[in-house]
Nanobody, 124 residues
Framework: VQLQASGGGLVQAGGSLRLSCAVS????????MGWFRQAPGKEREFVAS????????DYTDSVKGRFTISRDNANNTLYLRMNNLKPEDTAVYYC??????????????????WGQGTQVTVSS
């Protein structure tokens, strides 16, 4: 199983980025997926999740209305569109494969495999 996150970078506050997570080694369309992030000196936290066919999504309150999680099951890719970025969004962002197709996906305990992370830095 491999999850390869990409798309991070340095952006000014108010800017946008789209993260991608290319997956292989499992049947992508059978599992829920999620994005987490870890800022320096802080614990890793939930950002967003999506069910196996994308009909159900969930977001942490701080990103609601700014971030959009989506997936392309035909191409085994997970996305996170991030708009109106703020300095407090600065973190390493991780994609993860859930144990289940859907359900409560806002905790690390719901996830089996993790990608290596991509750095997002938002300057003020």
């Amino acid at each position: 199983v491999q999850l390869q996150a990409s798309g991070g970078g340095l952006v000014q506050a108010g800017g946008s980025l789209r993260l991608s997570c290319a997956v292989s080694g499992f049947t992508f369309s059978n599992y829920g997926m999620g994005w987490f992030r870890q800022a320096p000196g802080k614990e890793r936290e939930f950002v967003a999740s999506i069910s196996w066919i994308g009909h159900s999504t969930d977001y942490t309150d701080s990103v609601k209305g700014r971030f959009t999680i989506s997936r392309d099951n035909a191409n085994n890719t997970l996305y996170l569109r991030m708009n109106n970025l703020k300095p407090e969004d600065t973190a390493v962002y991780y994609c993860a494969q859930a144990y289940a197709a859907w359900g409560t996906l806002n905790t690390e305990l719901a996830y089996d495999y993790w990608g290596q992370g991509t750095q997002v830095t938002v300057s003020s």
